[in-house]
C-alpha cells in the first residue's frame, strides 16, 4: 500500500508533494484493502466448542478499530514521506558533525568491550540483567558465526541452527552418557559441528543464491526432525536433562565442601555461576570475533570475500572455490557448535524446540541487521535484537508479528544494514570510495 | 497391490495440493526470481479463510454442499489472492531493485508475520472441521477383505485441481495477461519498453499464485478436515521441493514435482516410517538440487558473468 511504485504516472511526478485529495484517496483505498483483509481473519474468530464442534463469535470492534488503524496509518506515513522528501536526496552533514560521528565511531567498540567486562561487577545483584546478557552474548557469538558464511563468504545459510544444535546435543549427550566434562566436550563439539559443515558443505558446493538457502534449511529441518524422531539416542521431544555445569579446573562452583566456594573460603552464592558462564561466553564470544578478523588478513578470509564478490570471478583469477567455501561452512559451523556447546550447560536441558526455523532466521537478521560482514555491526544488532525482543515480552504472543514485520521494513528502509559497508579489508595503496551498494552482487 | 494402489490414489490427490501451491512459487520465480518464502503462509490463510467462510455459511443455513463449496471456493480465492497482492506490494516491490538477499529476507519477515497474524487473531489450536463431503466408490475389494476406495473428496481435489490447471494453462499461453508475464520473466527492461506494464504484471502473478494457494489451502481443509497456523510452513518448503523437482519456472513441471513429491510421502510413509516422511521430501529436495538442478522440465540457468 505504501510502496513506491517504480514507473509513476506522470501526474505523480510532476506535482512532488502530493495534494490532501490525493492523500485521502490513498488513505481510503488503503483502508478498503484492510476491510477486505481482515474481514473474516479479525472479524471472525473460530474455535473449537466444547464438543469438538467448531464455533465462531464475532469482532467487529476489532475489526473497526484494524481498518481505522490502517487508514490513520496510511495518512501518516504520507505526510512523513511529503516532511522526508524524496528517498534520493543527498543530505549534507556538517564536517564538524562528521567528525564527530567518526570519533563516535572508533571509541564505541572499545567503550562497548569495557563496559561487557565490566557488566557483572555493575549488575552483580540483578540477575536478570546477568541472564540477558549471557543471553545478548550468545546470539553475539552465533551472529559473528554465520558472518563468517553469510557475510564474509556470501553464502546465504538458513540452517545455521542445524550446528547450534549439534553442537548443544554432542555436549549434552557426551557428558551425560561418558560424564565427560565440560571443557573437554567444547572442543568436540565444534570439531563435529565443523564436521557436519563440511558434510552439508559438499553437497551444497554447486548450488548458488536462493537455492543455497533453500537446501540449507532443508538440512538443518532434516537435523531438527531426526532429533525429534531418534527418540532412542536423543531423547526426542522430551530432549536431554541433567546436563552438567561447567567446572573451574575441575572444581565445580556449588555450595559443596569441595566447591569453589568453601575452597576460598566466601559465602556461597549461586551468582557465582552466572558471573562464571558470563565470562566463559564472553571468552567464546572475542575467540570467534578474533579468529575472524585474523582470518580475513589470511589469503584464505581474501579469498573468502572475493568469492562473496564474484565467484566467476574466482575461478578465473585461480581461487580453489571447493576449500573456500567448504572451509566457510567448517568455521561457521565451528563456532556455532560452542556456542550450542555452551547453551546447552547453560540451560542444564535442551530439547529440539530450541533449534526451530526461527533461530536461524534470528540469527541471519542479527547478521543482516549489522550489516553483513561488520563485527561491531553484528554485536549491535544483536543487542538491539535480544533487547527488543526483551522489551516485547509482555506481548509474547505479538513477538513473531512485531519481529517479521521489523525484518520487512529494515529491508526497506536500509537493505544493507544499520552499520555496514561492506568495503573489502584489503586493497591496493589507498582505499577507494567504493561501496558495495555500487557493486554488482555476485551470484554465490 | 491393493494396498499399493490405495497408497497411489492418496499419493495423488496430497500431489494435486501440492501442485497446485508449487505453481505460485515456480511462476514469482519465473518472473521475479525469488523464492516467495511466505507463499506457504498464504496457502495456510487460504486454508483459514475458506474455514470461516464456510462456518459462516452453515450457519446462515445453507444446506446445498456444491453451493457452499463453489462460494467457499470464490471467497476465499479472492481474499487470499488480495493478501497475495498486498504482500507483494507491502513488502516485494519496494526491494525490487535492492541487493539481491533483500527480498529474500523480507519474505521470510513476511512468512512470520502471517504465520503470526492468524495465531493471534484466530488462536494456536488446530481447526477441525467435520467431514463436509462424505461417501465414495469401492474400486476392488481384495481377498483378505482391504477394500480400494476412492472418496468424493478426493474425486473433487483432483477434478478442480485439473480444471484449474487447464485454465491457467490456457491464461499463460493464449492471454494478454500471459504473454505479458512470460515477456517479464526474459527482459523486464525490454518488456516494459514494448509497452508491457510489469508492476502490474507482476501483482498478477502474485495474485494468481496466492488465488491457486487458496484453493490448495481449501483442497486440504476438505480432504484432512483441519487447519492450523504452522502448516503454511511444512506445506511450503514442499511445495517449493515440488516446484524445483518439475524445473523451476515450468508450470506442467510444478504439477509434475508437485505429483512426485505427493506420492513419494505417501510411499514413504505407507512403506518405510511416518515419522520421517518430511525428512523424506527434504532429502528429496537436496538430492535433486544437486544432482539435476534445472529439474525435470526446466531449461539450464545460463551463467552471465
Request: aromatic fraction near 12%.
Amino acid at each position: 500500500m505504501d510502496g513506491r511504485s517504480v514507473s509513476a504516472p506522470p501526474a505523480a511526478q510532476t506535482s512532488r508533494a502530493p495534494g490532501a485529495a490525493f492523500i485521502l484517496k490513498k488513505a481510503l483505498i488503503s483502508a478498503f484493502v484492510a476491510l477486505v483483509l481482515f474481514s473474516l481473519m479479525i472479524g471472525v474468530r473460530t474455535e473449537a466448542g466444547p464438543q469438538g464442534q467448531l464455533v465462531y463469535w464475532t469482532r467487529f470492534d476489532d475489526l473497526a478499530v484494524m481498518v481505522a488503524a490502517v487508514f490513520g496509518g496510511s495518512i501518516l506515513v504520507e505526510l512523513l514521506r511529503r516532511w522526508w522528501g524524496p528517498v534520493d536526496t543527498v543530505r549534507v552533514v556538517p564536517p564538524s558533525v562528521q567528525s564527530a560521528l567518526s570519533l563516535a565511531r572508533r571509541l564505541v567498540a572499545p567503550v562497548l568491550l569495557v563496559f561487557t567486562f565490566l557488566v557483572p561487577v555493575l549488575f552483580y545483584n540483578e540477575r536478570y540483567i546477568l541472564d540477558l546478557a549471557i543471553l545478548v552474548l550468545t546470539y553475539v557469538m552465533l551472529g559473528w558465526g554465520l558472518n563468517v558464511v553469510v557475510g564474509l563468504a556470501g553464502l546465504l545459510d538458513l540452517g545455521y541452527v542445524a550446528f547450534y544444535a549439534v553442537g548443544a546435543y554432542s555436549y549434552a549427550l557426551l557428558a551425560t552418557n561418558f560424564g565427560l566434562s565440560f571443557w573437554i566436550c567444547l572442543p568436540l563439539a565444534g570439531i563435529l559441528a565443523a564436521f557436519w559443515g563440511v558434510l552439508l558443505g559438499f553437497p551444497v558446493l554447486r548450488l548458488r543464491g536462493d537455492y543455497l538457502a533453500i537446501v540449507t534449511l532443508a538440512f538443518g529441518e532434516i537435523i531438527r526432525l531426526v532429533l525429534i524422531n531418534w527418540q532412542t539416542l536423543t531423547g526426542g521431544p522430551n530432549g536431554v536433562t541433567g546436563i552438567p555445569r561447567p567446572t573451574l579446573f575441575g572444581i565445580p562452583l556449588t555450595p559443596a565442601d569441595d566447591g569453589l566456594a568453601a575452597l576460598l573460603g566466601i559465602e556461597f552464592s549461586p551468582t557465582h555461576r552466572i558471573v562464571f558462564l558470563f565470562y566463559i561466553i564472553l571468552a567464546l564470544a572475542l575467540l570467534t570475533n578474533w579468529v575472524t578478523i585474523r582470518l580475513r588478513r589470511l589469503p584464505l578470509g581474501r579469498a573468502w570475500e572475493a568469492l562473496r564478490e564474484d565467484e566467476v570471478a574466482c575461478r578465473a583469477l585461480g581461487i580453489n572455490t571447493t576449500t573456500t567455501k567448504l572451509t566457510a561452512f567448517a568455521t561457521g559451523a565451528l563456532f556455532g557448535g560452542l556456542a550450542g556447546a555452551f547453551f546447552a550447560t547453560r540451560q542444564g536441558f535442551i530439547s529440539p524446540e530450541s533449534f526451530t526455523f526461527h533461530e536461524s532466521a534470528l540469527v541471519l537478521a542479527i547478521v543482516v541487521l549489522g550489516g553483513m560482514g561488520s563485527q561491531l555491526g553484528v554485536a549491535l544488532a544483536a543487542l538491539a535484537m535480544i533487547g527488543g525482543f526483551e522489551l516485547f515480552r509482555g506481548f509474547d504472543q505479538y513477538r513473531m508479528l512485531v519481529f517479521g514485520m521489523a525484518m520487512v521494513l529494515l529491508m526497506i528502509w536500509r537493505p544493507r544494514g544499520l552499520v555496514g559497508h561492506r568495503a573489502p579489508t584489503v586493497f591496493l595503496k589507498h582505499s577507494q570510495a567504493i561501496s558495495s551498494d555500487l557493486v554488482k552482487e555476485g551470484h554465490g | 497391490m491393493d494396498y499399493f494402489a490405495q497408497q497411489l490414489i492418496n499419493g495423488l490427490v496430497l500431489g494435486s495440493i501440492y501442485g497446485l501451491i508449487a505453481i505460485g512459487y515456480t511462476m514469482v520465480y519465473g518472473i521475479v526470481g525469488m523464492i516467495n518464502f511466505a507463499h506457504g503462509d498464504i496457502f495456510m490463510i487460504g486454508g483459514f479463510i475458506a474455514l470461516i467462510t464456510f462456518l459462516i455459511l452453515v450457519s446462515f443455513g445453507l444446506t446445498a454442499i456444491p453451493l457452499i463449496l463453489l462460494v467457499v471456493l470464490l471467497v476465499s480465492m479472492a481474499i487470499t489472492a488480495l493478501y497475495g497482492w498486498t504482500v507483494e506490494r507491502i513488502a516485494y516491490r519496494p526491494l525490487r531493485h535492492s541487493f539481491r538477499l533483500a527480498p529474500m529476507l523480507s519474505a521470510i519477515g513476511m512468512s512470520f508475520v502471517l504465520s503470526n497474524y492468524s495465531q493471534v487473531t484466530q488462536g494456536a489450536r488446530v481447526k477441525p472441521v467435520p467431514p463436509i463431503i462424505t461417501g465414495g466408490y469401492t474400486l476392488h475389494e481384495g481377498p483378505e477383505g482391504f477394500i480400494v476406495q476412492l472418496s468424493n473428496v478426493q474425486i473433487i481435489v483432483v477434478v478442480t485441481t485439473i480444471v484449474l490447471l487447464a485454465l491457467f494453462t490456457w491464461l499463460v499461453s493464449s492471454t494478454r495477461l500471459g504473454r505479458d508475464m512470460r515477456a517479464c520473466s526474459q527482459d523486464q527492461t525490454m518488456a516494459s519498453l514494448l509497452g508491457v506494464d510489469v508492476d502490474r504484471t507482476i501483482s498478477m502473478t502474485f495474485v494468481i499464485g496466492a488465488a491457486l494457494a487458496a484453493v490448495a489451502g481449501m483442497m486440504y481443509l476438505l480432504y484432512y478436515g483441519l487447519v492450523d497456523f504452522f502448516m503454511g510452513f511444512v506445506a511450503g518448503i514442499k511445495a517449493f521441493t515440488a516446484a524445483v523437482l518439475g524445473g523451476i519456472g515450468s508450470l506442467p513441471g510444478a504439477m509434475l514435482g508437485g505429483l512426485l513429491i505427493g506420492l513419494i510421502e505417501t510411499l514413504w510413509s505407507a512403506y518405510f516410517s511416518v515419522e520421517y516422511k518430511d525428512v523424506a521430501a527434504f532429502s528429496i529436495l537436496i538430492v535433486v538440487l544437486i544432482f539435476l538442478p534445472t529439474g525435470l522440465l526446466g531449461r539450464p540457468e545460463v551463467e552471465k558473468v
